[in-house]
């Protein structure tokens, strides 16, 4: 289930922290009602496609989803959140 976050983080991870990343998804899980599968697989997606077009500064990554209360009627809306260091454009090629 956390074989994604294995790519993200450094190997030295205490498990406080790995306690702690199960939590968020959890917590995550309950929110947005996704599964952390479905998760995992936007995040493999997004980051696959951006990696395409740049270096991606790993130690920085975040990426969850959230509810917030939209424009009409005050219904809930998710929301997928990330935040994707970069740590340099590729060069196109053409």
């Known amino acids: ?3 994604i976050f294995k790519v993200f983080s450094n190997e030295a991870k205490t498990s406080k922290s790995v ?4 939590l ?3 917590l995550v899980h ?3 009602d996704c599964s ?3 998760l995992d697989m936007i995040k493999s997606d997004i980051l696959r496609v951006i990696s395409n077009y740049a ?4 130690d920085g990554l975040e ?3 959230s509810k917030s209360r ?3 009627e005050d219904m809930p809306v998710s929301a997928l959140v990330a935040n994707i260091p970069l740590k340099y454009i590729k060069e196109r090629k053409i």
Do not use: C, T, Y
Request: aromatic share 4%.
């Open 1 to 3: 289930m956390l074989d």
């Open 63 to 65: 990426i969850k989803m």
């Open 70 to 72: 939209g424009d009409q």
């Open 30 to 32: 309950d929110r947005v």
């Open 36 to 38: 952390p599968q479905f």
């Open 55 to 58: 270096e991606i500064d790993e």
């Open 19 to 22: 306690a702690k990343e199960r």
């Open 24 to 26: 968020k998804l959890v």
